[in-house]
């Protein structure tokens, strides 16, 4: 008997978590910069890899 009560409260929890995870902190909004930035030089850097081999064949 207390079984569906269980699983209607496990499933209220999980959509109350996933309800919170809409809105972006400043946190967040600073990591996702955080990434691009490390993206955008590891780019650079096979770039310059890239015109270093081909100045030197």
Known sequence: MNK????VALF??????L???ENEGPME?????IDEAVEEAGEAVEEAA???RDATD
């Open 4 to 7: 569906p009560v269980h699983v």
């Open 50 to 52: 890239d015109k270093v």
């Open 29 to 33: 909004k600073a990591g996702e910069k």
């Open 19 to 21: 309800g919170g995870c």
């Open 12 to 17: 209220a929890a999980i959509l109350f978590a």
